[in-house]
Each structure stands twice: as structure tokens, then as C-alpha cells.
């Protein structure tokens, strides 16, 4: 398997402008991770799927985001209308609920700059 | 509230030493921990698992060892070279149920040749 796709690789856009991000989990994986990494805050969870079905999605920072699986080969997070600080590194994750380790597999992610 | 405290400061030690990082955590009752390594501009990649019921786990030239009762996880690389220069990150899962792992902000390790 090719592990966890994510694309684009970079993405710079102005403000007020509409942002997709895209991932494809690893196949027979069953959960779906979006984080967001900064310096001053880490990595933090944004929402997670499970079965396609939004689990959890409190970490979303507010209404401008929204995050869909349609099937299990895909996600997409958008940002409508995307803000400066929007700016950081978009990890997808995939992991599996019958692996022991439950250890999460991360794509390269996406770094978004928002001008 | 809950928290995951890394030391924030780089490490820096010499090639063939070992180092030692730090995992602190409050308010959390995790069943386990894991331990990532990040490279620049990649994603964290897992490194190794230990359980509450477990004190030591070892993979090659890593050890990791987690005391519920301080509430911490040392994470130590023997023999450390050059390439083990990274960012090395702990997370737990929080709430029971909760499947999504949360992140401590990491440690970077520098190694000397």
C-alpha cells in the first residue's frame, strides 16, 4: 500500500478565498484523522471518522471548516473563506480498529498559506 | 484539564551517547502510550507502544518506559547517531472511548557527529 495520500503538498491562497484538502486513507483502514500543526500549538485534532461516519469534530476551529468522508477511500476538509491564520502543516491519518497498536499512519500533509 | 507536557527546549548530545526524552502527562488514565518521530516536512511516523501494565518496552535501540504512578514516559536512544536527529513526539488517547490520539508539542533531538 502506498500509505495515507494527501494532496496537495502546498497550497497558497488568498484570503477569503475556498480551500480543499484531500486524503486517501489506507485501504482496510477504518478510521480517519484531519490534525492541524503549528509552532505555537502543535498538532492538534481537528475531527475524526469512523465507518465514514464524524465522530468527533469539536476540535474544528469554528464554522468555516468542514470535513466530509463520502466513502471510505476518501476525505475532504474545506475552509470557506479561508483566513491568514489558517496557515499550517494538514495531516490526514488512517488507523484500524482491529490493529493491537491501534498506531495512527500520517500522510505527508499539506502545508496551506494563506495570503 | 488535561495536558501533555514535552520539554520544548532541542536536545543536543554527542553521536554514541544516549538521550533521553521526556514525557509528562496530567489528568489522563491511559490505557497506553506511543511515541512518534517527525522529520521535517513529514508526517509524525510511529515508533513504539508500551502499555499501562507494562514498565519497559524495547525496540532495537530504543527504550521506552512508562510509570502511571509519576504519570511520565522516558524515552531514551541508545548509541545515538546522526540520523536519529528528529522531533519525537508522545500522545495518548484521551477520554475512554475516544479513538483519536492527542499529541504532546515534542522534543527535538539534535545529534553531534
Known amino acids: 500500500d502506498a500509505g495515507v495520500i494527501q494532496s496537495p503538498r502546498h497550497e497558497v491562497t488568498e484570503m477569503g478565498q475556498e480551500v480543499t484538502l484531500r486524503c486517501k486513507p489506507i485501504?482496510?483502514?477504518?478510521?480517519l484523522f484531519w490534525y492541524r500543526q503549528t509552532m505555537m500549538r502543535g498538532l492538534e485534532l481537528l475531527i475524526y471518522?469512523?465507518?465514514?461516519?464524524?465522530?468527533?469534530d469539536s476540535g474544528m476551529p469554528e464554522d468555516r471548516f468542514s470535513a466530509k468522508m463520502p466513502n471510505a477511500s476518501f476525505s475532504n476538509l474545506k475552509i470557506q473563506p479561508s483566513e491568514p491564520r489558517d496557515s499550517a502543516v494538514y495531516f490526514c491519518?488512517?488507523?484500524?480498529?482491529?490493529?493491537?497498536?491501534?498506531?495512527?499512519?500520517f500522510g505527508q500533509g499539506t502545508r496551506l498559506t494563506v495570503v | 484539564s488535561q495536558k501533555i507536557e514535552q520539554n520544548s527546549e532541542a536536545l543536543n548530545i554527542q553521536e554514541g551517547k544516549t538521550a533521553t526524552l521526556t514525557c509528562n502527562y496530567t489528568?489522563?488514565?491511559?490505557?497506553?502510550l506511543q511515541w512518534y518521530r517527525q522529520d521535517p516536512g513529514r508526517g509524525p511516523v510511529f515508533l513504539l507502544l508500551?502499555?499501562?501494565?507494562?514498565k519497559e518496552k524495547r525496540k532495537e535501540r530504543l527504550k521506552v518506559t512508562f510509570d502511571t504512578t509519576l504519570k511520565q514516559s522516558l524515552f531514551h536512544i541508545t548509541a545515538s547517531q546522526p540520523a536519529d536527529s528528529a522531533t519525537y513526539l508522545c500522545?495518548?488517547?484521551?477520554?475512554?472511548?475516544?479513538?483519536?490520539?492527542?499529541f504532546g508539542s515534542g522534543t527535538r533531538l539534535q545529534v553531534q557527529p
Open positions: 491519518a488512517s488507523s484500524w480498529a482491529g490493529g493491537r497498536s491501534t498506531e495512527a499512519f
Open positions: 485501504s482496510g483502514h477504518d478510521y
Open positions: 471518522f469512523n465507518n465514514n461516519v464524524p465522530i468527533d
Open positions: 489528568n489522563y488514565s491511559p490505557a497506553y
Open positions: 508500551i502499555r499501562e501494565n507494562e
Open positions: 500522545a495518548l488517547r484521551g477520554d475512554t472511548g475516544r479513538r483519536a490520539l492527542t
